[in-house]
């Protein structure tokens, strides 16, 4: 039976900086009340003309050169991301469009900030049944273009970015490959995050955009209770499943939405806090790609070594959450 094994990582941040202390310019914030609650310091925010599909582009081509693979040995190409550049076609095929790749399938999943914990899982999937051997999974997201910046309960949250991961069938079983993973989503809870118009419930018209239903809306303090919660649980049935301990990690990758919610579930698994990857602090929440931006970073500064253990787990709209057990 194969296996599935990361075998390149990349990303790719836009290059305008945006801090805290800019936002206090045109935001009713501080930069004390924006670090305190949510450990964001600064976030990356794409250009007009730079739509998901070209940071996502960006990312894998990052990911394959950094191991010398050409584009024509991938099999599949997963995006996740809830910010696509059109609502059709997906950003999977404006990416292939960019990277001038023909033929193989590409497609989005859409699955909020759990979305790269999916798209992982999909890929291995695909891998271990033996349909496909090569795949690209892509996090993209650009939600500073779907953000009320007269909001300051969610404007001061999120930056775009993109991270990205090519997976390959191994045949060796005691080597690096994906030991488990574990999703779940619940539908009850949709209403707390979201993006109301602009789809069939409410196609765009001028009453919506007067509305402001075009922009994301959350209840961030029933998020936030939910958050913590199925982060734990999510991270103990993946640890489950690869019959590993919470003492065995060598590295956490958490989503990051808030570092209270990383410091309470890093608390709560008993994981020391250097074993946990934090990039919150200067991209702020880009929900699908926070995952594969951090294990990128991780990754690109030599933290990973052959044989640990690495946890990923994520949460998000939906709700969804997925995690996902890797030993590199
Ligand atoms: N600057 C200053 N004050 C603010 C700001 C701001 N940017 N935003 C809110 N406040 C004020 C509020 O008006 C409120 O004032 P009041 O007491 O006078 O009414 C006060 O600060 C407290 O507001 P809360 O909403 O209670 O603040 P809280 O401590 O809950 O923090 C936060 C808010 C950071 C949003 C937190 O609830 C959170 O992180 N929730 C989870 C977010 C999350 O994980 N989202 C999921 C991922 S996103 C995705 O999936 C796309």
Not at 216 to 227: N, R, S, V
Not at 311 to 324: E, I, K, R
Request: hydrophobic share 40%; glycine share 8%; with cysteine.
């Amino acid at each position: 039976m194969p296996y599935a094994k990361i075998i390149a990582t990349g990303a790719f941040l836009p290059e305008k900086l945006v801090t805290n202390f800019d936002l206090e310019k045109f935001v009713d914030t501080t930069d004390e009340w924006i670090r305190t609650r949510t450990g964001i310091r600064e976030r990356r925010i794409s250009a007009p003309d730079e739509p998901s599909s070209v940071l996502a582009a960006n990312a894998l081509t990052d990911a394959l050169d950094s191991i010398g693979m050409e584009k024509g040995e991938l099999d599949y190409i997963i995006v996740a991301t809830v910010t696509p550049d059109t609502m059709f076609p997906s950003t999977a095929c404006w990416l292939q469009k960019h990277l001038h790749i023909t033929h193989i399938p590409a497609v989005d999943v859409s699955a909020a900030c759990s979305g790269f914990m999916y798209g992982l899982s999909m890929a291995r999937a695909y891998i271990e049944s033996g349909m496909y051997k090569t795949i690209a999974v892509i996090g993209v997201e650009e939600l500073t273009k779907i953000t009320n910046w007269e909001d300051r309960s969610t404007c001061v949250l999120f930056g775009d970015g993109a991270g990205a991961a090519i997976l390959q069938a191994t045949e060796d079983k005691e080597g690096g490959r994906i030991l488990s993973n574990y999703l779940g989503a619940d539908g009850r809870y949709g209403n707390l995050l979201m993006k109301e118009a602009e789809g069939t419930l409410h196609p765009a018209t001028h009453e919506t955009l007067d509305k402001g239903m075009h922009y994301i809306t959350m209840e961030g303090q029933e998020t936030f209770k939910h958050a913590v919660r199925v982060m734990k649980s999510a991270s103990v049935e993946a640890l489950k499943r690869a019959g590993l301990k919470e003492e065995d990690l060598d590295l956490v990758i958490p989503h990051q939405a808030n570092i209270r919610i990383i410091d309470a579930l890093a608390n709560r698994l008993k994981v020391d806090y250097e074993k946990v990857q934090i990039t919150i602090d200067r991209y702020a929440n880009s929900s699908s790609a926070t995952i594969p931006i951090a294990l990128n970073e991780a990754n690109r500064d030599g933290k990973i070594k052959s044989g640990d253990k690495i946890l990923m787990v994520a949460f998000g709209g939906g709700l969804t959450w997925g995690s996902v057990v890797v030993r590199w």
